[in-house]
């Protein structure tokens, strides 16, 4: 199930591949988090990684089969770790998801708001027949590296 | 597998408060069961909570979203929630949200529990 080898020796990467189903995402979040905690993120960085990608990974649950997988890729880069997030299910056309308006409090719509907020670089890509890719960044601080 | 799990837990403050105790992770395979708990409270007719989170190590939207759906089907009966947690990362979970100016935040039970008096 997991997976790690180096991109060209020089970009260390591990895979990790989820059935889809809310049982399994804790597991995709503590991986991201043992990765995390080896480059030296902070406790609170760790935090916000395993947050958004629960997020991604409960987002993809809910526009996948259970019969589909997630797959989680962590890429070590010096300056922070790179994790996409790959379902095969319906994709929704990127330029929809979007951040909630705050205004209102209400059930639902949280979860790419949170994304958005604790990562430092976000980006969707939908590819019509084969599902959506979450690519986020979250930077190493100045103290860890 | 990693499955993570809640417990639950109620008892009776002050009469018409329940205080509510959560313990674990409240992710989306563990948020359906306290949505499920809360839930039957209400149906029964309790509409006042402290829901003490001090052991939450973990929530994410669909907890929140729990939350929310709660506050709104007690406050349909004149009811109210308190938050009971000095979880710095639920904290900031709150505040990144909004929803810090949506729930009332106490550091303790007795403190959370006197203010839906």
Not at chain 1, 1 to 29: C, F, K, Y
Not at chain 2, 86 to 92: A, E, L, S, V
Not at chain 2, 97 to 103: A, S
């Amino acid at each position: 199930m997991m997976q790690a080898r180096e991109v060209g020796a020089e970009i260390p990467e591990i895979e990790v591949r989820i059935p889809s189903r809310a049982e399994w995402v804790a597991l995709a979040r503590l991986t991201v988090a043992t990765v995390a905690a080896r480059m030296h993120f902070n406790v609170d960085e760790i935090a916000d990684l395993k947050l958004a990608v629960a997020e991604a990974c409960t987002n993809a649950i809910q526009h996948a089969r259970e019969s589909d997988e997630i797959v989680i890729t962590c890429r070590i880069y010096d300056e922070g770790m790179q994790v996409t997030i790959r379902d095969f299910g319906v994709g929704t056309e990127a330029e929809r998801i979007r951040s909630r308006d705050l205004g209102e409090p209400r059930v639902g719509g949280l979860g790419v708001y949170l994304i958005r907020a604790l990562m430092d670089e976000v980006e969707y890509s939908v590819e019509a027949d084969s599902g959506t890719v979450l690519t986020m960044f979250k930077r190493l601080g100045d103290s860890n590296r | 597998m990693a499955r993570v799990d809640i417990n639950m837990q109620v008892r009776s403050a002050n009469g018409s408060i329940a205080v509510v105790s959560l313990d674990g992770e409240i992710d989306v395979y563990t948020s359906p069961k306290v949505k499920d708990f809360i839930g039957k409270l209400i149906d029964k007719g309790t509409y006042t909570f402290a829901i003490d989170m001090q052991n939450v190590r973990y929530i994410d939207s669909t907890g929140l979203g729990v939350l929310i759906g709660g506050l709104k089907r007690v406050r349909e009966h004149g009811g109210a929630v308190t938050l009971v947690s000095t979880n710095p990362q639920t904290r900031k979970i709150f505040d990144i949200t909004g929803l810090i100016k949506v729930f009332d935040i106490y550091d303790s039970v007795d403190e959370a529990v006197d203010a839906l008096k």
